[in-house]
């Protein structure tokens, strides 16, 4: 797919066509993602994907937005902003490095809508991110959309996964710098009240 416009800046520069993944099945051994960019899509049951202790054996439906991109890619602020908290979630399938960021804007109405609601403060929790990129960060620093607030993680650093960043939107603020990014699928909906639609934010990828 090639990258929509939106109201906010992107959060990666896609600029190229990107893959939209679909994690509720198993891909063949061995298969690849035929662009470098990617998108993991919100509020999708991936089975047999979360296998480390951190899972429980249960947690497998996903409640953040994943863009995948190569190690060290840029991460833009949509929007204008402070930094809530620095976070290492370092178990294995974990964050990783993590970032935590506060606003109080107007988001849409909806997905890809053009009507825009009265301005909320909500957080944003990114994740699988390098350690390096946040060490000039401060809690409280304020930041500007299109500004650089981080970059993309090894796989050495980041969890264990293939580099991309996690998002997820939050009503309340993240506690001990981290967020459940998979729930059990019986707490989905529970989930969803308090994650939102990353794509607000993001912009309609899919």
């Not at 204008?80 to 990783?96: L, Q, V």
């Not at 107007?106 to 957080?123: I, K, N, Y």
Request: net charge negative; glycine share 10%; aromatic share 12%.
């Amino acid at each position: 797919m090639d990258e929509p416009s939106h109201a906010f800046h992107p959060t990666l520069l896609f600029d190229e066509s990107y893959w939209v993944h679909d994690f509720s099945r198993p891909s063949p051994d061995g298969w690849k993602a035929p662009y470098r960019y990617s998108v993991g899509r919100y509020d999708e049951n991936r089975p047999m994907m979360y296998t480390t202790e951190l899972f429980e054996g249960e947690r497998t439906h996903h409640v953040g937005l994943d863009l995948g991109a190569p190690h060290d890619t840029p991460v833009y602020a949509f929007g204008d902003g402070k930094i809530f908290a620095i976070a290492m979630n370092d178990e294995p399938g974990s964050y990783g490095p993590t970032l935590i960021t506060e606003h109080h804007l107007s988001l849409p109405d909806a997905v890809g809508g053009q009507q825009m609601q009265e301005a909320r403060t909500f957080w944003v929790l990114y994740g699988h991110l390098s350690w390096d990129s946040l060490q000039d960060w401060t809690a409280g620093d304020r930041f500007e959309a299109g500004d650089v607030i981080a970059r993309l993680g090894h796989e050495d650093e980041n969890g264990g996964w293939p580099p991309h960043v996690h998002v997820q939107m939050a009503w309340k603020p993240p506690e001990d710098g981290d967020l459940p990014g998979v729930v059990r699928p019986a707490d989905r909906e529970a989930a969803l009240q308090q994650f939102p639609d990353p794509r607000l934010i993001c912009g309609p990828l899919y």
